[in-house]
């Protein structure tokens, strides 16, 4: 099958203020020399960080991305950055709904579709995080919960506005648990995910949008991962504040392309 370009995106999380995320970005850089046009290569550090990445990167493959945003234009939101200012900073993609934020930071499917919608008018490209609880899953309500929650997220979204967003099927129960999905359960579910999007739109978009699977990705486990039809790339914490393991991966799915 013609498979989609491999996005591996690194997700820091809370990790890599302005001094950390330098050295980390500079070893990416050293063990990395070149990245094959074959695969985009993403980092999202902390937002105090994404400047000085934008500036470390100019010259480099590598996109820069941020963790969140509030998506309502500017005003009285103290604490609060929009998406117009992370377009200004210079990212291109932005992840939105990730669990974390769900689970801490009262973040709905709601919220998740008013930052989507606002995302794509800034030219940012929306990297919309789905993904069940070990209960739910266990419950058998994993793949309702996750059509509802990729409906929610493309509520009101054209076609060809969806063909600039990339999915994140982020289990849960996989998240930083050093347990991953396997091969055969991530596919089973990013094929699900694509029949959805089927559903919403059609075939061809559907069969374009990038799905990247994530919960603890890592070397030992990226390849046989990333083989799978549906697997079209990572979104990676934990391993992606590696330079080593990072740049592993990237080359894996070099190799995989
Ligand atoms: P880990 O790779 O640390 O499990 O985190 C996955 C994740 O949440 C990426 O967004």
Redesign the pocket.
């Known amino acids: 099958m013609n498979k989609r370009k491999f996005l591996i995106?690194?997700?820091w999380?809370m990790n890599g203020g302005p001094l950390e995320a330098a050295e980390l970005l500079e070893g990416i850089k050293n063990s990395k020399k070149e990245i094959s046009e074959e695969v985009d290569v993403l980092v999202?550090p902390p937002f105090v960080s994404l400047g000085m990445a934008v500036n470390y990167l100019y010259d480099s493959e590598v996109q820069v991305g941020a963790q969140n945003f509030y998506y309502e234009e500017n005003g009285a939101f103290t604490g609060e950055i929009s998406a117009t200012m992370l377009a200004e900073s210079g990212c291109n993609f932005v992840?939105v709904g990730?669990?974390?934020r769900r689970q801490y930071f009262a973040e709905t499917d709601e919220t998740v579709n008013k930052k989507v919608v606002k995302a794509l008018s800034e030219k940012l490209a929306p990297v919309i995080?789905i993904g069940e609880t070990l209960e739910q899953r266990k419950e058998n309500i994993h793949f309702d919960l996750v059509s509802d929650q990729i409906t929610a997220a493309l509520k009101g979204i054209t076609s060809n506005d969806a063909l600039d967003t990339v999915v994140?099927y982020?289990p849960v129960w996989?998240?930083?648990?050093?347990e991953?999905a396997t091969p055969e359960q991530a596919q089973e579910m990013h094929k699900f995910i694509r029949q959805e999007l089927e559903k919403i739109y059609d075939e061809e978009t559907a069969s374009a949008i990038r799905i990247l699977y994530?919960?603890?990705?890592?070397p030992g486990n990226a390849k046989e991962l990333l083989s799978q039809d549906d697997v079209d790339g990572?979104?990676?914490?934990?391993?992606?504040l590696s330079a080593e393991s990072f740049t592993e991966i990237i080359s894996i799915a070099e190799e995989l392309s």
């Open positions: 995106a690194g997700n999380k999202c992840l990730h669990s974390e995080c994140a982020e996989a998240i930083g648990t050093g991953t994530g919960g603890s990705m890592k990572g979104l990676i914490g934990g391993a992606s």
